[in-house]
Nanobody, 134 residues
Framework: QVEFVESGGGLVQPGGSLRISCTGS????????IAWFRQAPGKEREGVSG????????YYRDSVKGRFTISRDNAKNTMYLQMNSLKSEDTGTYYC???????????????????????????WGRGTLVTVPS
């Protein structure tokens, strides 16, 4: 079964830090691009950060640049999002994702994506809640 198991969400005070992770099973993470998305209550899902498997380039939405870091440990089949200096507007459910075209979902042009042996592979975590009170 192809799936991600997410962990690390919770309640954190403004200015605090949190690391969330996703461990994949049933597939090999290494060849695929990865991304993190979030959805705040009453809002649409938005891309937070993406990472290319081809060249390791990282992408961040403007509101998290300098505070969040995306990374991966291919040996552990795991991806991470380190979140520092958290703000109340970072509150939401965070979803990890990996796949051939996942950077297109993130919002990048198609030529930035398309990595991995299975062009139909797309794996999403079930979400982990991050709450930063105002």
């Amino acid at each position: 079964q192809v799936e991600f198991v997410e962990s690390g969400g919770g309640l954190v005070q403004p200015g605090g830090s949190l690391r969330i992770s996703c461990t994949g099973s049933g597939f090999t993470l290494e060849p695929y691009d990865i991304a993190w998305f979030r959805q705040a209550p009453g809002k649409e899902r938005e891309g937070v950060s993406g990472m290319s498997s081809r060249d390791g380039r990282r992408y961040y939405r403007d509101s998290v640049k300098g505070r969040f870091t995306i990374s991966r440990d291919n040996a552990k089949n795991t991806m991470y999002l380190q979140m520092n200096s958290l703000k109340s507007e970072d509150t939401g459910t965070y979803y990890c994702a990996a796949g051939y075209d996942i950077l297109v979902f993130y919002g990048l042009p198609a030529n930035y994506s398309g990595h991995g042996p299975d062009r139909w592979l797309e794996v999403w975590g079930r979400g982990t809640l991050v709450t930063v009170p105002s």
